[in-house]
């Protein structure tokens, strides 16, 4: 019985012979009226969605493109920008991801300054091999769009022990990206590419580290369809859409960097 269930049975109007208000029969006309009204947008409920959620990703992704022209344009005549970005960029993706209320001029602040970042690096990985962008940028397209529809069509969805080790491996690539960054610094690998230029049976250990990372960087993004979707259903305030479009974002400027040092590589 509903009763049963603890929700109901602690509200005495679910309660056997709980003391109820007698509420009047609608009419036809009421009924009709109702029925006729516009559904409730959640600018009415203020309450996350789906669909608003997907306005707050695209709004993030127009900053991010503004900020990826501004980028390349100016990489040839300010060479050092994009780095500068890329330093600012992770002080704010740090603030966003600590602060307690999601932060709309924050995160629209972090698109934009990354998309410099993303931009002036771009401009970079062109002038050393032409056409890596190109490649990168089709390739995130496809792995974000096939995400996307795995998870929509139900045939991929988030599991604790994918999740499990998703985090071990995200601690693997962070000690082993950390070390061969500490090697390139101190002169010990002076190779352009560090460790990742080692080969094991004649393939670059960076095209193999980077299609484990792309493999992360997807299911990373299942996590993020994934979240979005509870807040949907935990009812969440409409202002954690933001917090959905910032994580989406993180993600996707990971796959694709990750896409185009997989391309660099495979070109040098």
């Given at each position: ?27 036809a ?66 603030v966003n991801?600590?602060?307690?209320e ?65 985090l ?29 230029s ?12 980077g ?12 996590l ?45």
């Amino acid at each position: 019985m509903a009763l049963d269930n603890p929700a109901f049975s602690r509200n005495k109007a679910f309660q056997t012979g709980g003391t109820t208000t007698a509420v009047a029969t609608p009419s036809a006309e009421s009924l009709t009226e109702l029925y006729n009204q516009p559904a409730a947008t959640s600018s009415d409920t203020d309450r996350m969605t789906i669909e608003d959620s997907i306005m707050k990703s695209v709004v993030t992704f127009v900053f991010l493109l503004a900020g990826a022209a501004v980028g390349w344009i100016l990489a040839p005549t300010i060479p050092f920008l994009w780095i500068g970005a890329g330093i600012v960029g992770f002080v704010l993706a740090l603030v966003n991801i600590f602060k307690k209320e999601p932060s709309p001029a924050l995160i629209l602040a972090y698109s934009a300054v990354q998309g410099v970042f993303v931009g002036g690096i771009s401009a970079f990985y062109e002038t050393e091999f032409p056409g890596v962008v190109v490649q990168a940028v089709i390739a995130t397209l496809v792995v974000v769009g096939v995400t996307l529809a795995l998870f929509a069509s139900g045939k991929i969805r988030a599991s604790k022990k994918a999740t499990k080790i998703f985090l071990i491996a995200m601690i693997g690539y962070a000690v082993f990206s950390l070390l061969n960054f500490v090697l390139m610094l101190t002169g010990v690998n002076q190779d352009p590419w560090g460790l990742r230029s080692a080969e094991i049976f004649g393939i670059p250990l960076g095209l193999i580290v980077g299609v484990l990372v792309v493999i992360m960087a997807a299911y990373s993004l299942v996590l993020d369809f994934d979240s979005i979707q509870q807040g949907v259903r935990n009812r969440a305030p409409r202002k954690y859409g933001w917090t959905g479009a910032f994580g989406i974002m993180v993600t996707v400027i990971w796959l694709y960097l990750e896409l185009l040092r997989i391309f660099a590589i495979a070109r040098d």
